[in-house]
C-alpha cells in the first residue's frame, strides 16, 4: 500500500511474467539490456521527491492518503489542467495508466446494465491507485478479414472472447496488438475494439488481470535498438518504450475483476471512453512537438544565416500557424469542458476529435516543411564518433562552419534532433503514431459527426436561405 519509489517499482516488475523479443524469452527484464531505457524512463515518474515534478506527480486522495495523479478523477477545471499539466512532464509507460479515467467515465452507464460490473470497476480503480500500479490500454484486436464480423473469421479467436464461464470466473482467449508498454505495467486492462451486435456476446469482455496471470504472453517491439548514442539519437536514446502483442491463451479471469462479459449494449461505449482519454494524451504531445518543430527550424535557419530568407520564413509561419492551432484547441477543449452525471470533468469531446484529426491529418505536411527548412545533412550528418576522431574531426569542424557565432556541436545536435525526431527511430515511430493512435483519421471522423450540433447547423442554413421552419420560402417585403 502506499507510493512506490522507483527501486520498489523496478522490482515490482520480477513477477515471472511472460516476455518476449527478437526471439527470447526473457525471465528478467529489469536485468536485460532491451529493457534498460523504457523501464528508467517510467520509473522516473515514481520520483516523488524530485525538485521538479516530485509534487505535481502527487495528490490526496479521499482518503487522505497520498497517490499518483494520474488516478485523481477531475472534478473541476483546476484538477483539469494539473491533469493536463502532469501529462506534459509524465512517461508513457505512466501515461497509459489514464485507461482507468475512462473506465471511471462510463462507470455510472456501466452500474445501469450491470451494478456488479461497476462496482468491480470501481474496486479495481482503487486497488491500482493505492497500490501504485501502472496499468496498459489493452484495446486492438487482430480483427482478421475487415469485411467479417468477429464471430465470422476463419478463426474465431481473431477478435479476444469469452470461451468458458463458470461460477468462479470467465476464460479468455484471443491477442491484442499494439500495446504500449505492456511488459511494463502491472495490469493490462482490456476493452473492447468496437461495438459488438447481439450475436457476438463473447467478444463483448472487458477485466483487468496481472501481467503475469497464467496464459498471458507479450511479444515485444521497439522502434530502437537496446543501447543508442544520446548525442546521434537525442530522442530515441531517452525515449524508447515497446509495444507489446499481448495474447491471451485461455486465461482465467476471476468474476471481481470483470467489467463486462455479454453486455453488448456497452462495448461500444467502454471503446469510446478510451479514444476520448488517449485523444487528449495525443494532443497533448502534438503541442509539444509542434513547439519543437518551430524551434528546431528556426535553430537551423539562423545556423546557415537563412533566418530572413522569405521562403524559408513562410516555412515557419506554416509551422507556427499549426502549433498555435493545436495548442489552441486543447486550451479550448480544457476550458470548455463537459462533466458527467458522477462529477468526472473531462475535455470537450468534439474539440478534442477536431484537434486530434487536424494533428494527425497534417502532420506528414509539417514535417515537410521542416525537411525543407533543413535541408539534406538530416540524413548525411557524420556520427559523433567521426567528430571525435582526431583525424576526421578536423574536417567536419572544418566544412560544418557557417559563422564564429555558430558552434559546430550545437548544429550537430540540432540536425540529429531533426533526424530522429523525424527521419530515423523516434521518427518513423511517430509517423504512425501521429496518424493510429487513439484511432486512425475514421475514428476521430466518427466521433465530430456524432457529437457537432448538426441540427443546429442545417437550421442556420434555412434560415440564412429563406426557408422557414414549414419548409416554404419566405417572401420578401416589397421595397
Known amino acids: 500500500m502506499g507510493l512506490k519509489t522507483p527501486r520498489q517499482y523496478i522490482e515490482s516488475l520480477r513477477d515471472g511474467r511472460v516476455t518476449y523479443w527478437d526471439g527470447e524469452r526473457i525471465d528478467d527484464i529489469t536485468r ?12 522516473v515518474d515514481y520520483d516523488y521527491d524530485a525538485s521538479d515534478h516530485g509534487a505535481l506527480r502527487r495528490y490526496r486522495t479521499e482518503n487522505g492518503d497520498e497517490a499518483h495523479r494520474i488516478y485523481q478523477v477531475p472534478r473541476s477545471g483546476e484538477d483539469l489542467a494539473r491533469r493536463i499539466e502532469l501529462l506534459q512532464h509524465t512517461s508513457i509507460g ?24 461497476a462496482d468491480n470497476i470501481e474496486r479495481m480503480y482503487r486497488y491500482c ?18 469485411k467479417r464480423r468477429a464471430h465470422e473469421q476463419d478463426d474465431p479467436d481473431l477478435y479476444v472472447r469469452i470461451v468458458d464461464r463458470n461460477k468462479d470466473g470467465i476464460v479468455v482467449r484471443g491477442a491484442k496488438l499494439h500495446i504500449t508498454a505492456a511488459s511494463l505495467v502491472h495490469e493490462l486492462v482490456v476493452m473492447p475494439t468496437k461495438g459488438m451486435r447481439q450475436d457476438e456476446k463473447d467478444y463483448a469482455v472487458s477485466f483487468s488481470i496481472p501481467v503475469n496471470t497464467r496464459g498471458v504472453s507479450i511479444i515485444n517491439r521497439s522502434f530502437a ?22 495474447v491471451f491463451d485461455d486465461v482465467f479471469v476471476p468474476w471481481d475483476r470483470v467489467f463486462l462479459a455479454g453486455e453488448v449494449q456497452l462495448a461500444s461505449r467502454l471503446a469510446q471512453s478510451l479514444g476520448l482519454w488517449e485523444r487528449t494524451g495525443g494532443l497533448i504531445e502534438a503541442v509539444r512537438m509542434s513547439e519543437l518543430f518551430v524551434g528546431l527550424a528556426q535553430l537551423v535557419s539562423e545556423h546557415q544565416g537563412k533566418d530572413r530568407d522569405p521562403t524559408v520564413m ?9 502549433a498555435e492551432m493545436l495548442r489552441m484547441s486543447l486550451d479550448y477543449a480544457c476550458r470548455h469542458f463537459e462533466t458527467t452525471p458522477s ?23 509539417i514535417v ?33 562552419h557557417t559563422r564564429s557565432d555558430v558552434d ?72
Open 408 to 479: 559546430i556541436e550545437t548544429r550537430m545536435r540540432v540536425y540529429n534532433l531533426i533526424r530522429d525526431l523525424t527521419a530515423d527511430a523516434y521518427g518513423g515511430w511517430q509517423f504512425v503514431v501521429a496518424l493510429q493512435a487513439g484511432g486512425g483519421l475514421a475514428a476521430q471522423r466518427i466521433m465530430m459527426n456524432r457529437t457537432y450540433d448538426l441540427a443546429r447547423a442545417r437550421a442556420r442554413a434555412l434560415q440564412a436561405a429563406g426557408v422557414t421552419t414549414s419548409g416554404s420560402p419566405k417572401r420578401q417585403a416589397a421595397e
Open 343 to 365: 462529477g468526472m470533468v473531462h475535455p470537450d469531446v468534439l474539440a478534442i476529435n477536431t484537434a486530434k484529426y487536424y494533428y494527425a491529418a497534417n502532420y506528414h505536411q
Open 94 to 117: 505512466t501515461a497509459v495508466t489514464g485507461v482507468y479515467m475512462a473506465l471511471m467515465s462510463v462507470k455510472d452507464d456501466v452500474a445501469q446494465v450491470n451494478p456488479q460490473c
Open 32 to 43: 536485460h539490456p532491451r529493457f534498460k531505457v523504457p523501464i528508467a524512463l517510467t520509473a
Open 225 to 246: 535498438p537496446a543501447e543508442l548514442n544520446a548525442f546521434d539519437y537525442p530522442a530515441s536514446a531517452h525515449h524508447s518504450m515497446p509495444e507489446g502483442f499481448v
Open 129 to 146: 491507485r493505492d497500490n501504485d500500479l501502472r496499468a496498459a490500454e489493452v484495446i486492438t484486436d487482430p480483427k482478421g478479414d475487415r
Open 314 to 322: 513562410n516555412s515557419i509561419a506554416e509551422l507556427i500557424t499549426y
Open 368 to 400: 515537410r516543411y521542416l525537411h525543407d527548412v533543413s535541408g539534406g545533412l538530416v540524413l548525411t550528418l557524420p556520427l559523433e564518433s567521426d567528430l571525435r576522431n582526431e583525424a576526421s574531426g578536423k574536417y567536419i569542424r572544418k566544412y560544418l
